[in-house]
């Protein structure tokens, strides 16, 4: 059973240009979720997804962010004209609804440096 | 809302040794999940233990254990018989039942297993 995979594990871009990330939730995994993450704190909830419906946004997640699940599978998270703050860790995870206990499990992250 | 507390910034343990991380937690909901995360340097977060607020077992996972105090709302992680691989950060986290997938973190404890 593959896990959760991210691409690119890391970026550098200077501030101002448009990044995408994606993620590759477990297979049979129906829910996904992003979280952003920055140095020394936990991570914070962005996003989250059912199938393709995108269900609950945070406050966190301005108009430069957005993210889709087009086909209820994989997902992108892009953000236009990138500042320095947006430089963190992005982690994606999944879950499968059916699950009681609802764990979700977590890819190895995008590290995104803004210049 | 969800808030998870962790006091501990640091802690230092003997190879072999048991060890307590310390975790409280606050919400409204009565329905709830405690999770326990282990974030190696790599980056990826794993998945540790679970327990539900309706358990009345304290949940184990191997070398894993939480200590569920439900009145005072706290969820202890013990691991027993430490190894150098268990030098990690460690995060303590919520899922509430309002909370449609939110996992709230705390800030993490920085966990290091000495030889």
């Known amino acids: 059973d593959t896990g959760v995979s991210q691409d690119p594990r890391h970026k550098i871009t200077k501030r101002g240009q448009n990044v995408t990330f994606r993620c590759d939730p477990i297979?049979?995994?129906?829910?996904l979720y992003w979280y952003r993450q920055t140095l020394g704190q936990g991570p914070e909830f962005l996003t989250y997804?059912?199938?393709?419906?995108?269900?609950?946004k945070s406050r966190l997640l301005s108009d430069r962010f957005s993210a889709e699940r087009p086909k209820g599978s994989f997902s992108t998270l892009e953000i236009q004209r990138t500042e320095q703050g947006d430089s963190a860790m992005y982690l994606c995870?999944?879950?499968?609804?059916?699950?009681?206990?609802?764990?979700?499990?977590f890819g190895p992250g995008t590290r995104l440096l803004v210049l | 809302a969800q808030k998870i507390t962790q006091t501990q910034p640091g802690m230092f343990v003997q190879e072999k040794e048991a060890v307590t991380l310390d975790c409280t937690y606050d919400?409204?909901?009565?329905?709830?999940?405690l999770f326990w995360y282990k974030q190696p340097s790599s980056g990826e977060m794993i998945f540790l233990i679970y327990?539900?607020?309706?358990?009345?077992q304290n949940a184990t996972e191997g070398r894993y254990s939480l200590n569920f105090q439900k009145a005072r709302k706290s969820a202890n992680l013990v691991i027993s018989a430490s190894q150098l691989g268990d030098s990690a950060m460690y995060f303590c986290?919520?899922?509430?039942?309002?909370?449609?997938?939110?996992?709230?973190f705390g800030q993490g404890t920085i966990l290091t297993v000495h030889p």
């Open positions: 995870a999944s879950s499968l609804a059916r699950d009681s206990q609802e764990t979700q499990y």
């Open positions: 297979s049979e995994h129906n829910r």
């Open positions: 997804f059912q199938n393709e419906a995108q269900l609950e």
């Open positions: 919400t409204s909901d009565q329905s709830y999940g």
């Open positions: 327990q539900g607020s309706y358990d009345e």
């Open positions: 986290a919520i899922l509430g039942g309002t909370s449609y997938g939110k996992l709230t």
